[in-house]
């Protein structure tokens, strides 16, 4: 009973991790995968450097996305794109 009771705490840590660290990171990871997979051509994105543009083209062979911008066309991997900051452009203004 001793052996047991010296492990509880090892294993309420090990949950503690889980619960609030590698659970909600594999959350979002899916959530980014889905997002990822979900961009269609004319969706206005932001990238994670800051980019804006609109999505010109999909290529599917290497993951990666043609983006038109103000200054031109530019080519980048989807997973440079940002989820949170396309979903806040793409949501409607409330007047």
Known sequence: MESLSSFLPILAMFAVV?????APQMKRSKQEKKFASELKKGD???TKSGLHGKILELNDKDRSCIIETMSGKLKFDRSSISMELSKIVNTPEKS
């Open 18 to 22: 889980y619960f609030f660290m590698i």
């Open 44 to 46: 206005k994105i932001v």
